[in-house]
């Protein structure tokens, strides 16, 4: 049974200040549409905050980490230990978005929302209902239960931000094997085979890619979840760092804070995020397309279009946070440029 927060739904954005964001980007002293995508996402960032100003100053970081029983079944390139290894390392600042949070001036916080530490670990909040999603080739990798309590550290980690009245929230994740539960996600909610949806993941060949296709779409059949519904999907294959993205997205759009999408694995999240609760859809700002190959198809059936394209797939946020100087940069464009009367520029013949 699902919490009865997560279908509660998400505000609306706000028509009146989307209209004033379109009224005024009309008035600023270049063309109209001669800043592309960066005038639209200003526009609706004011839609969504419900203000005449747009921001993406305060902007915190998360990281959900969670461990998955598949990775007994060869999907991997890396061991299981690098999952607990790579928390340590977000927490003392030496992994990517360590670095990346430093650069941007944001906040990071590293969740263990399933991991296979069996004690607290220093520098991160443990917050999981068991260690560990099981190998979701021979049995469901979460219980009912147990995908509630993950959904709920999603939107307590959103709660916990929130106290700092956050402009936007980036969400990332950590957990050897998480590609593989995220392809099988992708793949039961899209109803797609698992060879059009898994990718290279940490780094699998040809043959490995294809080992793992074979082993979500005989996952996928085992439990009868193509084309279910996404709690049902993310009980049989899912993961507890992915269901608690999800939680995190919705609780984030109740409050009217955007996302800042990351690549393969938080865009399942989010698709089954929406899939659970329809109304957090337009909270989400994708942020770039990944080398992941199910990505793109994520990415349309949440109909958006991301901001950049760099061939990514570490995860962690990391291109997230590459993306957010872009939103940056189209908030102050927006609220600072003048305005052809302010500048005493003649504008366009009416």
């Known amino acids: 049974m699902l919490p009865e927060w997560v279908t509660r739904n998400c505000p609306k954005i706000s028509a009146a200040h989307r209209k004033a964001a379109i009224a005024r980007q009309a008035q600023l002293t270049k063309p109209t549409g001669a800043l592309g995508r960066l005038e639209q996402l200003a526009i609706e960032l004011a839609g969504l905050q419900a203000t005449e100003q747009p921001r993406a100053a305060l902007v915190p970081i998360i990281i959900f980490a969670g461990d998955h029983g598949i990775v007994a079944q060869g999907v991997s390139a890396y061991p ?4 607990i290894a790579m928390m340590a390392n977000f927490a003392s600042g030496g992994a990517a978005i360590s670095v990346l949070a430093r650069e941007l001036g944001s906040s990071l916080e590293v969740v263990d929302a399933g991991t296979l530490a069996q004690d607290g670990m220093a520098g991160i909040v443990t917050d999981k209902p068991r260690r560990g999603a099981r190998d979701f080739s021979v049995e469901a990798a979460l219980a009912p239960d147990e995908l509630a309590f993950a959904l709920e550290a999603g939107q307590r980690a959103v709660a916990r931000a929130a106290a700092h009245q956050p402009d936007l929230l980036i969400f990332g994740e950590m957990g050897i094997g998480n590609t593989t539960s995220s392809a099988a996600i992708a793949a039961s909610l899209l109803g797609v085979s698992a060879g ?3 990718g290279s993941g940490t780094g699998v060949d040809a043959a490995g890619r294809a080992h793992k296709a074979r082993v979500i779409d005989a996952a996928i059949a085992r439990h ?11 009980c049989a294959v899912g993961g507890l760092e992915i269901a608690a993205i999800s ?24 698709l089954a995020a929406v899939r659970l609760n329809p109304s957090c859809q337009p909270f989400l700002l994708p942020s770039h397309q990944s080398a992941e190959q199910g990505h793109r198809l994520v990415l349309r059936a949440l109909n958006v279009q991301p901001l950049i394209s ?9 291109g997230a946070a590459i993306a957010l100087p872009l939103v940056r940069l189209a908030c102050a464009l927006h609220n600072d440029m003048a305005t052809f009367a302010q500048a005493n520029v003649p504008d366009r013949p009416s």
């Open 224 to 234: 009868g979840v193509a084309g279910a519904p996404a709690e049902k999907i993310l």
């Open 80 to 83: 299981q230990g690098v999952t």
């Open 196 to 198: 059009e949806i898994a």
């Open 310 to 318: 760099l061939d990514l797939r570490l995860g962690e946020g990391s």
């Open 247 to 270: 939680g995190a997205i919705i609780a984030a759009a109740q409050r009217r804070i955007p996302v800042l999408i990351d690549g393969f694995i938080v865009s399942v999240a989010a």
